[in-house]
């Protein structure tokens, strides 16, 4: 027997229960769904395949000029390793047999592989960005490739992930041509399409986004069970599952909906009679599993797990928004550096490159107190802070991007090039036009301060403020504060001499501290010579209270 990648799409459809059958021996040769047509593998590192059989049967996967076999153990798992391989624009087969049956992927590039996970701003798909109407309609890029993973959650590890059929958006692989370009994260595009131009290799994407997640929801339980500030989200959760078990599942919930909206029929009859507004309609959602839905580790089990013998280059991982509200920061400097070091675990590299995009901000400020104190600030001074510690990871800025109070900023095009220059400088080793010079890739990095005759002397890292400069000549977004912590909105003027700034304020002759970006919708003009603007920065440790929270955080300034 004889199976197309097409086929597969087609009995996954009809497999409702594919995930829930994930411990079971499949009776042929299959391949997990991220395996599929006009996907890209993995360039200049061994490649792993694998898939699911009859439990003993021997499987021979050929692809090229390699032909590679297994025996799959008791539970039906085989997997086999492909040698490294150098890129590839040739779409070649890649043909899984076995006694069971055959199956047979068409068009396979080999070229780089980048997972872009997070929530709703990795998520936005490129016919939401500010350049869409010109993106789409000039995409042709054939060598470029994604796919969208449908939103599976679960409390348990998956092996797999469902697919509706193959024309779906999500779950098949598609081109980066403006007939299926749409639906590819706006972010993940526009860095791909740099990596494409500047590398001349196929590029593929795998996107895990799901909007409005937490990073609690991308790491594993085993990891989280230690943290305090994780039990009421699993007690949550927990309790949910019990009412759902005694409340009789699916029936008892269906029971539930149908009474509902009767009772709803009834008590709108009156009010729509009367041409006034009705009752809300029972929201059907409300009656559905919590296990499908977000949860401690649900999408870590159900859109990572089941791609963790993947071979990547690397990750861009863009959340925290989610953190940012009431006190869903409490487990942040916790959860977060665990989505670095889980999916490492996962895709078994200690070193997987991990490009964190700092959240911008939404809104309009309010007040100084709100805005010192704001859940957003200290979400980017966790990703600061996990950037500074972890190894081979970069932190790309983004607060600048945003030109209202959307917390969807449209333009994705600077953060996808900025995520591109890191990668391209510290991930491919690649140097500046005609010189041995390293790309540049980072805008101003806060190194210490001074205070010299009631002013700050703010110096930064070498080799990020070369040209440092004020965009516009504009003042906006620096701010200073005494000893009694007020903050005011400072002056500032660029020492060129030394590539430094002076801060002062007239009302403040004694200054302590300095922040710069500071705010839940930050502006600020601060960059150097290539017009990277700088991280956001404060020189002191003072705990931040953020409004509608309780407790104060306390884990301490950019400066370590």
């Not at 047509?37 to 061994?46: F, I």
């Not at 890649?94 to 047979?104: E, F, I, R, Y």
């Not at 940012?324 to 920061?329: A, D, R, T």
């Not at 790309?439 to 070369?466: A, C, H, N």
Request: glycine share 10%; net charge negative; hydrophobic share 35%.
């Amino acid at each position: 027997m004889t199976t197309t990648r097409q086929s597969i799409g087609t009995i996954a459809a009809t497999a409702v229960l594919a995930l829930a059958l994930a411990s079971e021996a499949t009776s042929e040769v299959t391949l997990p769904n991220i395996f599929g047509d006009r996907m890209v593998l993995q360039c200049e590192k061994p490649v792993r395949i694998w898939g699911f059989a009859e439990p003993g049967e021997k499987v021979t996967v050929r692809f090229g000029d390699q032909t590679k076999a297994a025996t799959t153990d008791a539970d039906g798992n085989w997997s086999v390793q492909l040698e490294s391989m150098p890129p590839s624009f040739e779409g070649r087969e890649l043909v899984a047999t076995g006694k069971s049956g055959n199956v047979t992927l068409s068009d396979v590039l080999v070229g780089e592989v980048w997972l872009c996970g997070g929530q709703s701003n990795m998520e936005w798909t490129l016919r939401s960005t500010r350049d869409a109407d010109v993106e789409i309609a000039s995409a042709d890029y054939p060598a470029m490739r994604y796919i969208r993973l449908p939103h599976v959650a679960r409390p348990e590890p998956q092996r797999d992930f469902p697919v509706e059929s193959p024309e779906h958006a999500e779950g098949n692989w598609r081109n980066c041509t403006s007939a299926t370009v749409e639906n590819c994260t706006g972010v993940g595009y526009y860095f791909a399409r740099r990596l494409h131009r500047r590398l001349k290799v196929p590029v593929g994407l795998i996107d895990t986004s799901w909007g409005g997640t937490m990073a609690q929801h991308w790491v594993s339980k085993e990891t989280m069970r230690p943290f305090a500030e994780m039990k009421p989200y699993f007690d949550t959760f927990e309790t949910a599952m019990k009412a759902w078990n005694d409340g009789g599942r699916e029936e008892g919930a269906k029971q539930r909906y149908e009474a509902d909206l009767k009772t709803w029929q009834q008590q709108a009859d009156k009010p729509r009679a009367e041409g006034e507004r009705e009752p809300r309609r029972p929201n059907r959602d409300a009656y559905t599993s919590p296990a499908t839905k977000r949860q401690p580790a649900g999408m870590y089990n159900g859109m990572i797990v089941p791609l963790d013998r993947m071979t990547i280059r690397g990750v861009l991982f863009y959340q925290g928004e989610n953190n940012s509200f009431g006190v869903s920061w409490k487990p942040f400097p916790e959860t977060f550096p665990a989505v670095i070091a889980d999916w490492r675990k996962a895709f078994g590299d200690e070193l997987l490159p991990f490009g964190i995009i700092q959240i911008a901000g939404w809104s309009n400020r309010r007040s100084m107190t709100y805005d010192m104190n704001h859940h957003t600030n200290i979400v980017r001074e966790v990703q600061f802070n996990t950037w500074r510690r972890t190894e081979n990871t970069g932190l790309i800025v983004t607060f600048d991007t945003n030109s209202n109070g959307s917390i969807h900023p449209a333009r994705k095009l600077p953060v996808g090039g900025r995520s591109a220059r890191w990668a391209l400088a510290e991930v491919y080793g690649v140097k500046q036009s005609g010189s041995d010079k390293p790309l540049e890739w980072r805008g101003p990095v806060y190194q210490s301060m001074e205070i010299r005759d009631g002013k700050v002397i703010v110096t930064f890292e070498e080799g990020t403020s070369r040209g440092l400069r004020l965009d516009e000549d504009d003042e906006r977004g620096f701010y200073i504060a005494g000893g009694d912590q007020e903050f005011h909105h400072a002056r500032v003027r660029v020492d060129g001499g030394t590539n430094s700034v002076v801060v002062w304020h007239d009302d403040v002759p004694e200054p302590v501290a300095v922040r710069y970006g500071w705010s839940n919708l930050p502006t600020g003009g601060l960059m150097n010579g290539r017009e990277l603007p700088a991280y956001p920065f404060r020189t002191d440790r003072w705990p931040l209270v953020p409004h509608q929270s309780t407790g104060a955080y306390e884990v301490g300034g950019n400066a370590e």
